[in-house]
């Protein structure tokens, strides 16, 4: 427990929008004090936070490029400031653009490997030094990584590394009763999913899953909640891939 104040703390990474806003929000409503960490939409980042706080959540906005250890260290200094120890750290930030690997840029590929891979290597380094015995960390993987589509492959290896990470840091905190997991969502109506695809794609991804729908974040931040949670305290080390039966 925290001694700033009497709710757990909880960053939440790329969270102006989209997943990790929704998450935002789970995470509140389940009483946590929350971090919403943006790059660069410090509208919808600030226009998230009122909203937590007319609720009666604390909350703040820290702006942070993920990709940059210093940024990261300075955004956990901050949240410690304002809310508390961190308790729970959910790595949500990332870049997705599909092309053939034979098509994608030197600098596509450092830009998806430098958010993705680096930017969650950050955030864990700095949380195995900062975050509180007994914490939460949650990770974001992908079930494209299972369903090895054309012009994934860059997108894959990025969500490969995060799955290497979350089987191996899970055994490296030992001793410490935090729980490493990851969540590996299917197809999520959001920006980050639907920009640059025609109606005809969407509707097709949305015919994959058994389910027959588009997953919405809501869908993804329920899942966050349970793994951040006291119910999930024997769940260590795993991929949980919340996709609608997709794969």
Known sequence: MNTLNNAQVAIVTGASRGIGAAVAQRLAKDGFAVAINYASSSAEADALVAELT??????????????????????????????????VLINNAGVLKTLPLAD??????DQTFDINVRGTFNTLREAAA???????????????LALNMPGYAIYNATKAAVEA????????????NITVNAVAP??????????????????NFAKMP?????GQPDD???VVAFL????????????????????
């Open 54 to 87: 007319a609720a009666g959540t604390k909350a703040i906005a820290v702006k942070a490029d993920v990709s940059k250890a210093d940024e990261v260290r300075r955004m956990f200094e901050i949240t410690e400031q304002q809310l508390g120890k961190v308790d």
């Open 104 to 109: 994608t840029s030197d600098a596509l590929y």
């Open 130 to 144: 900062r975050m509180n015995n007994g914490g939460r960390i949650v990770n974001f993987s992908s079930t494209t």
């Open 165 to 176: 990470f979350t089987h191996v840091f899970a055994k490296e905190l030992r001793g410490r």
């Open 186 to 203: 299917g197809p999520i109506a959001t920006s980050l999913f639907l920009d640059g695809k025609t109606d005809e794609q969407i509707q």
């Open 210 to 214: 058994p389910l027959q729908r588009l």
């Open 220 to 222: 993804i931040a329920s």
């Open 228 to 247: 951040a949670g006291a119910d999930a305290g024997w769940v260590n080390g795993q991929i949980l891939r919340a996709n609608g039966g997709v794969a």
